[in-house]
């Protein structure tokens, strides 16, 4: 298994672009996770979704911020308009929906917003 | 709310020594998860070891170890005969309903 894909590893953007963010979920995964890690704030759960369908968008930043789920092997999160405090390491993490919930993480996209 | 209190921003250790990560967390929940996750410069996060709040006795995994203490609601990790790749930061979390609450972090050093 490849594990949890996510592209880019690296983004570096100007204020104002959009950026796209995309995930690969591990196959048979049923639950994916949309993180941003920062110095300030640490790990943060910003969406999460069950079988494709938003599930808890509570920690979704600002209306700048949108996340989808059009099947089970891709999600993507978009930044539109991309501002420089939103300079992070964003992470995509899935699992299997039972009551462990063990979440495997990706490698992570460093985004840089000059 | 669900919160995870990790109080020590930094620790050290002698390579081959023991050493203890401290975590709090806070819930009014009687069934739930806690974990810890490595993550290395590479900043890939890694599950290092899961406790079960049902389960009285504590986690282990190789040279790392859990103590669990419901009560107190206090989850710390014992690293034992610790190894220059265990430097990293350690992060604790609560899961409950399908999400992972984080502790800020211990940033782990280990020393030759």
């Known amino acids: 298994d490849a594990g949890v894909i996510q592209s880019p590893r690296h983004e570096v953007t100007e204020m104002g672009q959009e950026v796209t963010l995309r995930c690969k979920p591990i196959s048979g995964h049923n639950s994916l996770f949309w993180y941003r890690q920062t110095m300030m704030r640490g790990l ?24 989808k789920m059009p099947n089970a092997s891709f ?9 420089p405090r939103d300079s992070a390491v964003y992470f995509c993490a899935s699992s299997l929906r039972r009551k462990d919930n063990e979440q495997f993480f990706g490698p992570g996209t460093r985004l840089t917003v000059l | 709310a669900q919160t995870v209190t990790q109080s020590q921003p930094e620790m050290s250790v002698q390579e081959a020594e023991t050493v203890t990560l401290s975590c709090t967390y806070d819930t009014s929940e009687s069934d739930y ?23 009285q006795q504590n986690a282990t995994e190789n040279r790392f170890s859990v103590n669990f203490q419901k009560a107190a609601k206090s989850f710390s990790l014992k690293i034992s005969d610790s190894q220059l790749g265990d430097a990293a930061m350690y992060f604790c979390a609560y899961n409950q309903g399908g999400k992972l609450i984080f502790g800020q972090g211990t940033e782990l050093s280990v020393k030759p």
């Not at chain 1, 979704?49 to 930043?61: E, H, L, R, T, Y």
């Not at chain 2, 490595?38 to 049902?54: D, F, G, N, T, W």
């Open chain 2, 33 to 55: 998860y806690l974990f810890w996750y490595k993550q290395p410069p590479s900043r890939q996060m890694i599950l290092v070891i899961r406790q079960e709040a049902y389960k």
């Open chain 1, 44 to 67: 943060e759960l910003l969406i999460y979704f069950n079988n494709n369908v938003p599930i808890d968008d509570s920690g979704m930043p600002e209306d700048r911020f949108s996340a």
């Open chain 1, 75 to 83: 999600s993507t999160l978009k930044i539109q308009p991309s501002e």
